[in-house]
């Protein structure tokens, strides 16, 4: 056999050897014996093999085959190496975190600890760095209590901290449990209550892509199971969790950030929280940055919990449970929601399945949550555009007004386009024409219902524009604040300039803010937290088109009071159809409507006034325009239609006498 083909045998053998032990190492529970006697039989083939050239002209000094291979003689550490003792009683703290420390130290050996089956007693608690894992051999047999007979790996608590703690990147925890060690009974280990479980702490640093998977979390009746904490302006984000099961907990899992920091971002796939948990399943909480962290397919089923199965508050905290069971078989009689959304957070977004009560939360600021049953449903806004005269229709060039928005002042020109360059169908171009002096020109709209019951708002328009900076929306925020979207990129390209938001219920105010030439079209402003809806509909500011019967309200208008016997109020925003009621005295005499700044209806509302009785007098004069000024007397069962011009006077379209 040649030289370098000798070689690459030899080395090949060798390499199989390796990799057939390492993956031995890996999968089999062995004792210390053992893996004393494999790293000997290893060590001798690395002092006997040597590598031969491959050719006359290469150096023909003899090397080591460990320098032609990745170095790793062998790439995990052996918890067992280190002293452990797994019987549940001697305490083996120190000797588990020696291993965790070597693992974060040698590079030699790698960042995996293998933790072998045993029940490790710890009174302090475990410390795992950046990059390190502590994996074992599963948490035995039985999916609701840690079965000490099946082989498993179980790190027993006895302290009041947490039994585990993660302060660094990538660090993991695989296939094993965790214990609020409780033996023996009426000792010390049995009347002791850990703080939690595994605390993934961020203190002023980021921390980013831990990992927990197979992990089984037991008995943490004095604290939480699992908390995320970010504090300092630390961070937590991009962490995932698999199938971690958590059972009996006084809280389940948490995940908080102070003022400065934030848990963003991390995911949870599958996992069940289960058993008795006192306080809440899932909590959510700020004042700091806690939100998109999803729970894929995730149980959540105790049968009671005191505060809630999950609980979410603060202004920058929401969560998204997707696919997800709920149930609480207990709190129906208890007359208690599974779900509870603080009034200060919103976003949230969940779906799955709901049993036995309800969530409790203002379903318009989170229209996400569509969780349907027989005790509650979801809610998502109306997408109604509430700007009248979206469309721009009625532009009067002579005086450069537009009805349903303020008059624009004299730092624009405006024009509408032609109906060929239309971008919404029935929805006209206005080319504003920005003349460089005066400030930012708002295009504000004159008149807009207000909707207490919502508390986002989404509003925005296309824009078109080849000055950059040219147009942005600008609202009132909740606080009181003046905040505006982002602005058009002058790319002359049709862009939506919007923004979604908290808004000023007291005080609603919405403008588009214009700074450079632009040509806008179909505005929008929708209450709730929804997507814009910019467009022509069926009936929209822009038109209607009815194929089927169209009903109007009819309601009944009273005398006025008898200090003002002639200024009739008809009921604002009830009907277009008033049937007049004389009270018994049909010789009365109407010479205005709705004078009152406040009872004013919209210019172009149409209402109709029905008259059962004979004599009464609706007098010709300025407020009331009738038709060749000659005044409307009532005869049994007629009726005259009049139109508001927006102010207190009135014209007649047409009569019934």
């Given at each position: 056999?040649?030289?370098?083909?000798?070689?690459?045998?030899?080395?090949?053998?060798?390499?199989?050897?390796?990799?057939?032990?390492?993956?031995?190492?890996?999968?089999?529970?062995?004792?210390?014996?053992?893996?004393?006697?494999?790293?000997?039989?290893?060590?001798?083939?690395?002092?006997?093999?040597?590598?031969?050239?491959?050719?006359?002209?290469?150096?023909?000094?003899?090397?080591?085959?460990?320098?032609?291979?990745?170095?790793?003689?062998?790439?995990?550490?052996?918890?067992?190496?280190?002293?452990?003792?797994?019987?549940?009683?001697?305490?083996?703290?120190?000797?588990?975190?020696?291993?965790?420390?070597?693992?974060?130290?040698?590079?030699?050996?790698?960042?995996?600890?293998?933790?072998?089956?045993?029940?490790?007693?710890?009174?302090?608690?475990?410390?795992?760095?950046?990059?390190?894992?502590?994996?074992?051999?599963?948490?035995?047999?039985?999916?609701?209590?840690?079965?000490?007979?099946?082989?498993?790996?179980?790190?027993?608590?006895?302290?009041?901290?947490?039994?585990?703690?993660?302060?660094?990147?990538?660090?993991?925890?695989?296939?094993?449990?965790?214990?609020?060690?409780?033996?023996?009974?009426?000792?010390?280990?049995?009347?002791?209550?850990?703080?939690?479980?595994?605390?993934?702490?961020?203190d002023k640093k980021l921390v980013e892509s831990v990992t927990i998977?197979?992990?089984?979390?037991?008995?943490?009746?004095?604290?939480?199971?699992?908390?995320?904490?970010?504090?300092?302006?630390?961070?937590?984000?991009?962490?995932?969790?698999?199938?971690?099961?958590?059972?009996?907990?006084?809280?389940?899992?948490?995940?908080?950030?102070?003022?400065?920091?934030?848990?963003?971002?991390?995911?949870?796939?599958?996992?069940?929280?289960?058993?008795?948990?006192?306080?809440?399943?899932?909590?959510?909480?700020?004042?700091?940055?806690?939100?998109?962290?999803?729970?894929?397919?995730?149980?959540?089923?105790?049968?009671?919990?005191?505060?809630?199965?999950?609980?979410?508050?603060?202004?920058?905290?929401?969560?998204?449970?997707?696919?997800?069971?709920?149930?609480?078989?207990?709190?129906?009689?208890?007359?208690?929601?599974?779900?509870?959304?603080?009034?200060?957070?919103?976003?949230?977004?969940?779906?799955?399945?709901?049993?036995?009560?309800?969530?409790?939360?203002?379903?318009?600021?989170?229209?996400?949550?569509?969780?349907?049953?027989?005790?509650?449903?979801?809610?998502?806004?109306?997408?109604?555009?509430?700007?009248?005269?979206?469309?721009?229709?009625?532009?009067?060039?002579?005086?450069?007004?537009?009805?349903?928005?303020?008059?624009?002042?004299?730092?624009?020109?405006?024009?509408?386009?032609?109906?060929?360059?239309?971008?919404?169908?029935?929805?006209?171009?206005?080319?504003?024409?920005?003349?460089?002096?005066?400030?930012?020109?708002?295009?504000?709209?004159?008149?807009?219902?207000?909707?207490?019951?919502?508390?986002?708002?989404?509003?925005?328009?296309?824009?078109?524009?080849?000055?950059?900076?040219?147009?942005?929306?600008?609202?009132?925020?909740?606080?009181?604040?003046?905040?505006?979207?982002?602005?058009?990129?002058?790319?002359?390209?049709?862009?939506?300039?919007?923004?979604?938001?908290?808004?000023?219920?007291?005080?609603?105010?919405?403008?588009?803010?214009?700074?450079?030439?632009?040509?806008?079209?179909?505005?929008?402003?929708?209450?709730?937290?929804?997507?814009?809806?910019?467009?022509?509909?069926?009936?929209?500011?822009?038109?209607?088109?009815?194929?089927?019967?169209?009903?109007?309200?009819?309601?009944?208008?009273?005398?006025?009071?008898?200090?003002?016997?002639?200024?009739?109020?008809?009921?604002?925003?009830?009907?277009?159809?008033?049937?007049?009621?004389?009270?018994?005295?049909?010789?009365?005499?109407?010479?205005?409507?709705?004078?009152?700044?406040?009872?004013?209806?919209?210019?172009g509302t149409v209402v109709t006034l029905l008259f059962a009785e004979?004599?009464?007098?609706?007098?010709?004069?300025?407020?009331?325009?009738?038709?060749?000024?000659?005044d409307f007397v009532s005869t049994e069962n007629s009726s005259i239609?009049?139109?508001?011009?927006?102010?207190?006077?009135?014209?007649?379209?047409?009569?019934?006498?």
């Amino acid at each position: 056999m040649s030289a370098p083909v000798s070689m690459y045998v030899i080395a090949g053998a060798f390499a199989f050897v390796f990799l057939f032990f390492g993956v031995s190492v890996t999968t089999w529970n062995r004792n210390t014996k053992e893996i004393k006697d494999l790293r000997e039989q290893m060590d001798a083939l690395m002092a006997e093999v040597q590598v031969l050239p491959s050719s006359p002209q290469q150096d023909d000094r003899p090397r080591n085959l460990e320098a032609l291979t990745c170095g790793c003689a062998d790439s995990f550490t052996y918890a067992s190496d280190f002293g452990l003792v797994g019987d549940g009683v001697t305490n083996d703290a120190v000797s588990l975190q020696k291993a965790i420390d070597s693992a974060a130290s040698n590079l030699d050996a790698g960042g995996t600890v293998i933790l072998p089956k045993g029940t490790f007693l710890t009174l302090s608690s475990l410390n795992v760095p950046a990059g390190v894992t502590i994996k074992g051999q599963g948490y035995g047999s039985s999916p609701l209590a840690i079965e000490f007979d099946a082989g498993g790996s179980t790190i027993a608590y006895c302290g009041t901290d947490y039994a585990v703690k993660m302060t660094g990147h990538a660090a993991s925890l695989q296939d094993l449990a965790v214990y609020d060690w409780r033996y023996p009974i009426n000792t010390y280990c049995d009347t002791v209550k850990a703080a939690g479980g595994v605390l993934i702490e961020a203190d002023k640093k980021l921390v980013e892509s831990v990992t927990i998977s197979n992990v089984f979390l037991y008995w943490f009746m004095g604290g939480t199971s699992l908390t995320l904490e970010a504090k300092n302006q630390g961070g937590i984000a991009y962490s995932n969790f698999q199938n971690i099961r958590v059972r009996h907990s006084k809280v389940g899992i948490k995940i908080t950030a102070d003022a400065n920091s934030f848990v963003n971002s991390n995911s949870f796939l599958g996992g069940a929280v289960s058993g008795d948990i006192e306080n809440v399943g899932v909590l959510a909480e700020g004042p700091g940055a806690c939100n998109d962290n999803k729970f894929y397919g995730m149980v959540i089923e105790p049968p009671h919990t005191n505060l809630a199965h999950v609980y979410v508050t603060g202004t920058k905290t929401n969560v998204k449970l997707l696919d997800v069971r709920l149930e609480g078989t207990d709190m129906y009689a208890l007359d208690k929601p599974l779900v509870v959304i603080d009034d200060s957070s919103y976003g949230n977004v969940m779906n799955g399945m709901l049993g036995h009560t309800h969530v409790k939360a203002d379903l318009n600021r989170n229209p996400g949550i569509d969780f349907v049953s027989n005790k509650m449903a979801g809610l998502d806004p109306a997408p109604m555009n509430m700007l009248w005269n979206a469309a721009f229709n009625g532009y009067d060039k002579t005086t450069e007004t537009l009805p349903g928005w303020k008059n624009p002042g004299s730092n624009v020109h405006l024009d509408v386009l032609s109906e060929s360059e239309v971008l919404y169908a029935d929805h006209q171009i206005l080319r504003v024409d920005y003349l460089n002096f005066g400030g930012a020109f708002k295009l504000e709209p004159s008149t807009l219902p207000k909707s207490p019951a919502h508390s986002m708002v989404s509003f925005g328009i296309y824009a078109r524009s080849s000055v950059a900076n040219s147009i942005s929306a600008v609202m009132r925020y909740t606080s009181g604040s003046i905040i505006s979207s982002a602005s058009h990129s002058g790319s002359d390209e049709w862009e939506f300039i919007g923004m979604s938001s908290l808004y000023d219920k007291s005080a609603p105010y919405f403008y588009f803010s214009i700074t450079g030439d632009v040509d806008v079209t179909a505005p929008t402003l929708v209450y709730g937290f929804t997507p814009a809806t910019p467009g022509a509909s069926l009936m929209s500011s822009s038109g209607a088109r009815m194929s089927g019967t169209f009903t109007m309200g009819m309601v009944i208008a009273y005398p006025p009071p008898s200090n003002t016997p002639y200024y009739w109020v008809l009921p604002l925003n009830e009907g277009n159809i008033f049937e007049m009621d004389m009270q018994g005295n049909p010789y009365r005499t109407i010479i205005r409507l709705n004078h009152k700044t406040a009872d004013r209806f919209d210019k172009g509302t149409v209402v109709t006034l029905l008259f059962a009785e004979v004599g009464t007098k609706i007098r010709h004069n300025a407020y009331i325009k009738l038709k060749g000024g000659m005044d409307f007397v009532s005869t049994e069962n007629s009726s005259i239609t009049l139109v508001s011009n927006g102010d207190p006077t009135w014209t007649e379209v047409s009569r019934n006498d």
